[in-house]
Nanobody, 123 residues
Framework: QVQLVESGGGLVQAGGSLRLSCAAS????????MGWFRQAPGKEREFVAAISGRGGTPAYVDSVKGRFTISRDNAKNTVYLQMNSLKPEDTAVYYC????????????????WGQGTQVTVSS
């Protein structure tokens, strides 16, 4: 059974940093695309970042470019999201996502979702 378990969320002041982790289990995901989405209260879930199985050039939503960095460790079946210079508008539940196809993951139509981790940025 496939499981994605996120960790690393929490409360941080504006300008601070957090590192999210998502550990996948149940199969090997080295060839899968992995990514992050977020959902703020009252808003739809939105794409944040994604990285292909080969670790090629990642994709980011414009609002996080230059502040967030996605990376992966295929030996650990884990994807990370380093978040720097956090802003109050980054407050959301962050979800890990895994999909067979990199072009598809950015659409939100993914094979597997994590349960989410809360990130709260205070002003």
């Amino acid at each position: 059974q496939v499981q994605l378990v996120e960790s690393g969320g929490g409360l941080v002041q504006a300008g601070g940093s957090l590192r999210l982790s998502c550990a996948a289990s149940g199969r090997t995901f080295s060839s899968y695309a992995m990514g992050w989405f977020r959902q703020a209260p009252g808003k739809e879930r939105e794409f944040v970042a994604a990285i292909s199985g080969r670790g090629g050039t990642p994709a980011y939503v414009d609002s996080v470019k230059g502040r967030f960095t996605i990376s992966r460790d295929n030996a650990k079946n884990t994807v990370y999201l380093q978040m720097n210079s956090l802003k109050p508008e980054d407050t959301a539940v962050y979800y890990c996502a895994v999909d067979q196809f990199y072009p598809r993951i950015v659409t939100g139509s993914v094979d597997y979702w994590g349960q989410g981790t809360q990130v709260t940025v205070s002003s």
